[in-house]
């Protein structure tokens, strides 16, 4: 009966296969120059087309390359992905955002009661600083966290920190401090 069921398995594997295949199929080498039937033309005139210039990068005193809007962007993302993490207790991901020392302190444990939703209203850089090796920015959030009985205001301070000598482009999550501001609702 087992064998039966692994035939079974065989042919359906290979119907799909064979099925993939024709619709999929492979494609034919293009030939220099041949243009594809499903392409087409546009001609514009000078006065239909808007051409947008992406902005040079912005002179930074704090270190070459860095970018504070670029950068806020990315914490904005990261504050989310933290929080998801957090709240699942995805350690493997957890890792790769904060260092290992905050993992440790301040995310062993999932968090008692966290909010069914938490949109980020604000983030702003409030301090920057450099050592040799590292670079850190301290950026305030504001967030709105809904629980099934209020809505909270909540102000986070989240430190991240980046090694300069690294190539890696990445910051993560080194300190966090929180104030919390409750409005029923």
């Given at each position: 009966?087992?064998?039966?069921?692994?035939?079974?398995?065989?042919?359906?594997?290979?119907?799909?296969?064979?099925?993939?295949?024709?619709?999929?199929?492979?494609?034919?080498?293009?030939?220099?120059?041949?243009?594809?039937?499903?392409r087409s033309t546009v001609v514009l005139?000078?006065?239909?087309?808007?051409?947008?210039?992406?902005?040079?990068?912005?002179?930074?005193?704090?270190?070459?390359?860095?970018?504070?809007?670029?950068?806020?962007?990315?914490?904005?993302?990261a504050f989310h992905l933290i929080l998801?993490?957090?709240?699942?207790?995805?350690?493997?991901?957890?890792?790769?955002?904060?260092?290992?020392?905050?993992l440790k302190e301040a995310f062993s444990?999932?968090?008692?009661?966290?909010?069914?939703?938490?949109?980020?209203?604000?983030?702003?850089?409030?301090?920057?600083?450099?050592?040799?090796?590292?670079?850190?920015?301290?950026?305030?959030?504001?967030?709105?966290?809904?629980?099934?009985?209020?809505?909270?205001?909540?102000?986070?301070?989240?430190?991240?920190?980046?090694?300069?000598?690294?190539?890696?482009?990445?910051?993560?999550?080194?300190?966090?401090?929180?104030?919390?501001?409750?409005?029923?609702?």
């Amino acid at each position: 009966m087992l064998l039966f069921d692994f035939v079974i398995l065989g042919a359906f594997v290979t119907f799909l296969f064979f099925r993939l295949w024709n619709v999929l199929g492979e494609r034919p080498p293009k030939k220099p120059g041949a243009r594809s039937p499903l392409r087409s033309t546009v001609v514009l005139s000078e006065d239909q087309v808007e051409v947008t210039k992406r902005k040079p990068p912005v002179k930074s005193d704090f270190y070459a390359g860095f970018d504070e809007t670029r950068f806020l962007d990315g914490v904005a993302a990261a504050f989310h992905l933290i929080l998801d993490a957090h709240h699942t207790q995805d350690t493997k991901k957890l890792a790769d955002l904060v260092t290992a020392k905050l993992l440790k302190e301040a995310f062993s444990e999932a968090p008692a009661d966290h909010p069914q939703e938490t949109c980020l209203v604000s983030a702003q850089v409030t301090h920057k600083r450099k050592t040799k090796e590292t670079a850190f920015v301290t950026v305030r959030l504001v967030s709105q966290q809904v629980f099934v009985d209020e809505t909270r205001e909540a102000e986070d301070i989240w430190t991240f920190q980046r090694s300069l000598k690294s190539a890696n482009p990445n910051w993560r999550l080194c300190a966090m401090g929180a104030e919390s501001h409750s409005a029923q609702g």
